[in-house]
Structure formats: C-alpha cells, structure tokens
C-alpha cells in the first residue's frame, strides 16, 4: 500500500469521527467536507479523476452548501436539543457496535487482488468510458433516474405552490 493511500485513510477516518464527535454543527459539516475531498484523493488514486471531480463540486461544492443552509436556518443550540434518554443510548451504541461486528466479520477474509500490469487499463475511469457504459449497458436505469428526478421537482413545485389568496410574509 502507497504511504499516500494510508495518509487519505488516515484523513478519511479521523474526519468521519470527527463529523460524528463534533458538538457545533457547522463543524461537523466542515469535518464532512474534509472527508470528501479525502475520498476524492482515494478516487483520483484509482485513476477514477471524473468522479473525484464530481465528487468535490457536488458533495463538498452543492450539497454542504445547502447542509450549512439548513443548518444555519434550523438555529440549532444546545438550549433546544431534547433530552435523550439512557435507554436510547444505550439501543444506539449497541446497535453501533453489532453494525462495527458485522462490518468486521465481513471483512475477516477479504484477500485484496494485486494489479496485474499487463492487464491493467489506464482508460477505465475516464469520462468517454464511463459514458460508453452508462448511454449503452445501463441506460433503463439513467432514463429511470431522470424520470425519478422529473417527478420529484413537479412534486417540489406542487408542494410550494401558492394557494389563491395565500400570503406569505
């Protein structure tokens, strides 16, 4: 394994705590950036640098963004934060726990394939290839999600929509 690879990990592990850890919102979204742009690091490392850029300029870019929006417009603080009760924490570090066990035991045996030089394709992850796939072998699936995201926006518009004779301040 490449020292670069260890060191993304490294980034990618620390910041995913520190996403979970983090007491101020605004930080944990900050966290959450730093981990995109290590997975990122982790795709352009896999020669994938199409979904490491759509990677940092929709997640890190767009969806943080409106994670801050959310954020900001929600007020969050201490003061407003219901009590939890120990039983519900207790259920959530146990069912964190049984998740870590079951990732764990998936994993155990795992043997990690080499790269075989003669083989190996340096053009797979590159924007032509991956549009080749995705207008050819996997196209139902594109045109489902399109029509999926079709429908979704008719129903944002319905939803917020006005009614005759409504005011909104």
Request: charged content about 10%; hydrophobic content about 60%; aromatic content about 12%.
């Amino acid at each position: 394994m490449s020292p670069l690879f260890l060191f993304l990990a490294f980034v990618a592990l620390l910041s995913a705590l520190g996403v979970v850890f983090a007491k101020n919102p605004v930080h944990s979204v900050l966290f959450l950036i730093l981990t995109f742009f290590s997975l990122s690091g982790h795709y352009l490392l896999l020669n994938a640098q199409f979904l490491a850029a759509v990677n940092i300029i929709v997640y890190a870019g767009a969806i943080m963004v409106l994670f801050l929006f959310v954020i900001m417009f929600l007020n969050l603080n201490v003061d407003t934060e219901p009590h939890k009760p120990t039983l519900a924490k207790i259920a959530a570090a146990v069912a964190g726990g049984s998740l870590l066990l079951i990732l764990v035991a998936a994993m155990k045996d795992v043997q990690p394939a080499g790269i075989n030089a003669t083989t190996f394709d340096s053009q797979i992850g590159m924007v032509d290839r991956l549009g080749m796939v995705l207008y050819t072998e996997y196209l139902l699936p594109f045109e489902l999600a399109s029509v999926l995201f079709l429908v979704a926006m008719v129903g944002a518009v319905m939803l917020g929509k006005r009614e005759v004779g409504e005011r909104n301040f």
